[in-house]
């Protein structure tokens, strides 16, 4: 495990975190198609922001791999899974070696949300796919996108499967219901329209009534403002 340079084409070689004055950019990866729309929104983000873009996938510890007796030797899993996991990032970063972006590979160890979020602590941001490539590890573990929009302490990009054509590409839409939250969301949905020069739209959204015809306290709901 461990943060290595991209293979030759991309600019950034040092694994020495130099770039973390630019600005960090932190996208998880598994080879799925979720991930590798995620991937493609990440290199244009940090393209766009002039961050760094850390490339990470996270894999399980060998003896979640293999709990049982008889299986083969914690190095050599070791070298089978960091071989299968650099390969595979290597293959989705192929198509990028003209992108005028610095990145770095990672492959860390553990429960991906809890990997991903650490990671992308005191970053400008954890960018991830909506689906990943196990419905098992799913089931078992929870989806990995609902866990770090929850936890995280970055700011989460969940991007949607790629199939869904027909998407605005010219607007930044926030929601806003006048929490601190709402309010962080605001600056940061201001600051990507203007770096992407699209229109920014904000949404204000008011609760129903109470149940039984209640009114809402003295004051109302006042939306979030700057």
Do not use: F, K
């Not at 943060?3 to 950034?12: H, L, N, S, V």
């Not at 954890?126 to 573990?141: D, E, F, P």
């Amino acid at each position: 495990a461990g943060e290595r340079p991209c293979p030759q084409g991309w600019a950034g070689r040092s694994s020495e975190r130099w770039w973390v004055a630019m600005g960090e950019l932190v996208v998880g990866v598994d080879g799925s198609a979720g991930s590798r729309g995620a991937l493609a929104w990440a290199v244009d983000a940090a393209r766009v922001r002039g961050d760094h873009l850390a490339v990470v996938t996270v894999t399980s510890p060998p003896a979640v791999l293999w709990p049982s007796e008889g299986g083969p030797g914690d190095e050599e899993l070791e070298r089978v899974v960091a071989g299968r996991a650099n390969a595979m990032l290597d293959e989705m970063l192929a198509p990028y070696g003209d992108a005028d972006v610095t990145m770095t590979t990672a492959r860390l160890e553990g429960v991906p949300y809890e990997a991903l979020i650490d990671r992308a602590d005191r970053t400008n941001g954890l960018i991830v796919g909506a689906r990943g490539h196990s419905l098992y590890r799913r089931l078992l573990l929870g989806s990995v996108s609902q866990q770090v929009v929850v936890h995280a302490r970055a700011p989460v990009t969940v991007v949607p499967p790629p199939e869904e054509e027909g998407r605005r590409q010219d607007a930044v839409i926030v929601g806003v219901d006048g929490s601190q939250g709402a309010r962080r969301a605001l600056l940061r949905a201001a600051e990507e329209a203007r770096l992407r020069r699209w229109e920014l739209e904000v949404v204000g959204v008011q609760p129903p009534p109470p149940v039984g015809g209640g009114r809402w306290p003295a004051g109302g709901l006042v939306m979030g403002v700057l």
